[in-house]
Structure formats: structure tokens, C-alpha cells
């Protein structure tokens, strides 16, 4: 079990002052992708926060989608105050429940797909979909305090969908800088790590997005593999990053959008950090890194 990730909330002032390093990351970063990973600097300068004085509440607030800030969140004030991120939690837990609706075949881009999946588990019973939803959550806070307006595309965890084309939808409605969605993969047991994927070409539909969502997945990437102590996947991918065109969810974004599968639940060590609430926290601090990396290159 890791031993280096704190066991409570983190502070206000410990999310400010992560976006601060990749604030100045950014400044100092005048050619694209130049800054040497593992830079940061130790003289950050703490950023203000939101000035609401109270934790956001657990979970169940979704983001106001469209309203522009003004009802009652923090959205709005902060460095990130003009950005709109969607986050995806793959999945839904109610989705095992309801064949009829999952397997629909739905737009996918050229071709068409099943309406969702049911997702995978760890060795122990815990849900991908549970672990996608409270990773969101997180990832969704961070972000907020740092004044962003994050939109979830699902309400809960105890639904059905929505579907792929229905989660690619939101995104393009909000309008949003980037979205992202929080997958865990279900590979071999024996290997391990995370991979980020990316839209290929596919005419007529990812034409428009594929080189900002190249950026939007490297900077994750970059973000995650320096925070979450996840290593890059080894039985897939290369070197962590994937490029697929086979993906509804990607091909009917109009927006910046990638996928990140964390880590590989079927994987004893990559479990034993998805099952680990602190863990959890770290990695939403990871992937809030590298998104407001992102969002923060104008
Ligand atoms: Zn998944």
C-alpha cells in the first residue's frame, strides 16, 4: 500500500498552490512542450482560491451547465474562471441492470456502437464504474477551486448510461475547452499502468479536434505519470498513449477530448491504488494538473 499520499482532504491552499507550479510551468514554458517534466518550482506563489469558505459538498453536485457561474459555487473566480471542462465517468452503475438500453446501437461516428458497457472490476468486487464516478468527483473539486465550471455527465452512480453519443453531446453543447473521460481498464493480470487515448482522423467527424486533443492527451499524460505513481501501461499502447478511431465517445466530440484509462483493475498493484481513497485523491490531483495545464495554454 502507498504511504507517501496524505490520508485526509487536501487543503485549499495545497490545490492552489499545485495549480500555481503549473502556472509558472506555463510561463516559463514559451516553446510547447519545452519545460523538462519534474520541473517544478519550489517558490510558487500560492493563487487566490475561491472565497465561498466552505467545502464543496460530496459528490452530488453536478455543475450547472450553461448558467455561466452566479448560482452559488465558486465557478468563476480563480485562474481557470472562463474555462468549461466535462469530466466522463465511464459507465454507470445501473447499467448491468438494463440490457435493453445498453446494447441500443447508437451513432459512434462512421459506424455505429452499443449505447454503453457495464465496465469492469478489481479482484475484490470494486466497480470501475463506482471508481470512475468518485474519481470525477474529485477531479471535478479541484478544478471548481480553481474556478472552473466542470460539467459531469452523469448525475450519479446508480443510473443507466447516458450513451456514448449522448456523454460526447454534452461536451459540444457546453462548449467546452477540454473533456476528459475517466476510464479503468480491464486487461491481463499481469500487466499494469495507464494509457491516455486519443482521437485518430476520422474524416468527417474528428478532422476538427485531433491536434488540440493530442495536446490535451499529453499534458495529462505528462501530469499523471509524474503524480499518480502509476506507471505507463506495458501490455498496451506505447509508452502510454493510444490513438483509436473506433471510439463513439471520441468520434462525435466537436471538442478537445481524450480518454484516460487510469491503471488496469484486473492488476493486483494497480488495484491496490484504485481501492485506496487517498490514492484516489492524489490521482484527481494529477489529472486537475495536467488539465489546467492545458486549459491554461490559451
Ligand atoms: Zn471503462
Not at 34 to 40: K, R
Request: with cysteine.
Amino acid at each position: 500500500m502507498p504511504v507517501s499520499a496524505p490520508s485526509g482532504p487536501r487543503s485549499r491552499a495545497t490545490r492552489a498552490l499545485a495549480l500555481a507550479s503549473v502556472l509558472l510551468l506555463t510561463a516559463a514554458c514559451s516553446s510547447p512542450s519545452g519545460a523538462p517534466p519534474g520541473s517544478d518550482p519550489t517558490a510558487a506563489l500560492p493563487l487566490p482560491g475561491p472565497e465561498d469558505g466552505a467545502d464543496a459538498p460530496d459528490g452530488d453536485d453536478r455543475g450547472a451547465p450553461g448558467d455561466g457561474g452566479g448560482n452559488g459555487g465558486p465557478v468563476g473566480d480563480g485562474p481557470l474562471g472562463d474555462r468549461v471542462v466535462v469530466i466522463d465517468p465511464g459507465h454507470n452503475g445501473g447499467n448491468a441492470d438494463a440490457p435493453d438500453e445498453i446494447n441500443a446501437m447508437v451513432p459512434a461516428g462512421p459506424n455505429e456502437k452499443a449505447c454503453d458497457t457495464v465496465g469492469t472490476e478489481t479482484a475484490s468486487g470494486y466497480a470501475e464504474h463506482e471508481f470512475n464516478w468518485e474519481l470525477s468527483v474529485l477531479v471535478k473539486e479541484r478544478l471548481e477551486a480553481d474556478g472552473a465550471t466542470v460539467v459531469l455527465t452523469r448525475e450519479d452512480d446508480g443510473g443507466v448510461g447516458p450513451c456514448i453519443n449522448e456523454r460526447a453531446e454534452i461536451g459540444n453543447e457546453e462548449g467546452a475547452d477540454a473533456a476528459v473521460s475517466l476510464h479503468a481498464d480491464g486487461g491481463p493480470e499481469s500487466g499494469r499502468g495507464f494509457h491516455v487515448i486519443m482521437p485518430g482522423e476520422v474524416e468527417g467527424f474528428t478532422d476538427d479536434i485531433t491536434e488540440p486533443s493530442r495536446l490535451l492527451g499529453e499534458d495529462i499524460h505528462r501530469a499523471y505519470l509524474e503524480g499518480s505513481d502509476v506507471p505507463t501501461a506495458d501490455y498496451l499502447a506505447d509508452d502510454g498513449l493510444d490513438v483509436r478511431t473506433d471510439l463513439g465517445g471520441l468520434n462525435m466530440s466537436d471538442v478537445p477530448k481524450v480518454f484516460l484509462e487510469t491503471g488496469n483493475m484486473r492488476n493486483p498493484e494497480d488495484a491496490a491504488l484504485m481501492e485506496d481513497p487517498a490514492w484516489r485523491e492524489q490521482a484527481a490531483d494529477a489529472i486537475a494538473r495536467g488539465l489546467a495545464f492545458y486549459l491554461m495554454r490559451g
